[in-house]
T-cell receptor, first 115, second 113 residues
Framework: DGGITQSPKYLFRKEGQNVTLSCEQNLNHDAMYWYRQDPGQGLRLIYYSQIVNDFQKGDIAEGYSVSREKKESFPLTVTSAQKNPTAFYLC??????????????FGPGTRLTVT | GNSVTQMEGPVTLSEEAFLTINCTYTATGYPSLFWYVQYPGEGLQLLLKATKADDKGSNKGFEATYRKETTSFHLEKGSVQVSDSAVYFCALKVRNRDDKIIFGKGTRLHILP
């Protein structure tokens, strides 16, 4: 089965610690994305990558970092500099075509709680 | 800039009622339009899409028509079920090298048995 996996589903950390969220896809998609979702809110884009070894900041990149060393993997690190890290984090991927009109496919999400 | 506005929820309906969730957009150029659904504790799933004016997307009894003249993409279903309870997101994507999707804030739907 092709799809996107995120692990773990629930993650708990102490304030001041960095934490890395995993995202893997076997859809052979070029582009990958990280979103943050807060209760009752829409999705906010953190980072995205259209090609290996390249990525761009989204709307709320401060306090986060990413890497794209392999096409199928796009891990997100939530650093201690992120002021309000507790949230639901969603990873997505999409194919790219000449018109950039392809839909995104989402993973099941990771709920991060920082205390 | 590009944006999506959808009706605020929660929307509460009885089973078998008719559903409409309004969505309007502002975009430069000619966007593709999407409806995504999110069930509790899960990621988003693509429900339907339309890529050009007058296209109708449909899936699982849901429909939405791309109306360029009113810049709208309203989601409709003739007879809702309890299992349709979820959050619904309208979204757009403009055809350019920037591959970002713009999402609305979501509409929570409750269906009562």
């Amino acid at each position: 089965d092709g799809g996107i996996t995120q692990s773990p589903k629930y993650l708990f950390r102490k304030e001041g610690q960095n934490v890395t969220l995993s995202c893997e896809q076997n859809l052979n998609h070029d582009a990958m994305y990280w979103y943050r979702q807060d209760p009752g809110q829409g999705l906010r884009l953190i980072y995205y990558s259209q090609i290996v070894n390249d990525f761009q900041k989204g709307d709320i990149a401060e306090g986060y970092s990413v890497s794209r060393e392999k096409k199928e993997s796009f891990p997100l690190t939530v650093t201690s500099a992120q002021k309000n890290p507790t949230a639901f984090y969603l990873c997505a991927s999409s194919d790219l075509d000449g018109q950039g009109a392809r839909e995104q496919y989402f993973g099941p999400g990771t709920r991060l709680t920082v205390t | 800039g590009n944006s999506v506005t959808q009706m605020e929820g929660p929307v509460t309906l009885s089973e078998e009622a008719f559903l409409t969730i309004n969505c309007t957009y502002t975009a430069t150029g000619y966007p593709s339009l999407f409806w995504y659904v999110q069930y509790p504790g899960e990621g988003l799933q693509l429900l339907l899409k339309a890529t050009k004016a007058d296209d109708k997307g449909s899936n699982k009894g849901f429909e939405a028509t791309y109306r360029k003249e009113t810049t709208s993409f309203h989601l409709e279903k003739g007879s809702v079920q309890v299992s349709d309870s979820a959050v619904y997101f309208c979204a757009l994507k403009v055809r350019n090298r920037d591959d970002k999707i713009i999402f609305g804030k979501g509409t929570r739907l409750h269906i009562l048995p």
